[in-house]
C-alpha cells in the first residue's frame, strides 16, 4: 500500500478517482480495502482544507449571498 502526499491538482484528482472505486467497492471498515479509503479519505479532507477552505458566514451573510 503506498501512499504519498497530495502535492498538486492532478494528485488530488487521481485520489478522488481512487477514493471513489473503494466507496463503489463499500468495503468493510476492517478491511484493507476499507483502511485505504479511510487514510485516502483523510489526505483528500486535509488537502481540501488547504486549498478550498470555506470561510465561516452568519446565517445573513450566506442567505444574502449570490
Not at 25 to 30: A, F, I, S, Y
Not at 50 to 64: F, L, M, N, R, V
Request: charged share 30%; glycine share 4%.
Amino acid at each position: 500500500m503506498e501512499i504519498s502526499p497530495l502535492r498538486s491538482e492532478a494528485d488530488y484528482k487521481a485520489m478522488l478517482a481512487e477514493v471513489s472505486a473503494l466507496i463503489e467497492l463499500d468495503p468493510d471498515g476492517e478491511s484493507p480495502e476499507g483502511e485505504r479509503l479511510e487514510v485516502l479519505g483523510l489526505l483528500v479532507a486535509v488537502y481540501e482544507a488547504k486549498h478550498y477552505p470555506i470561510s465561516a458566514q452568519s446565517p445573513i451573510e450566506a442567505a444574502t449571498r449570490r
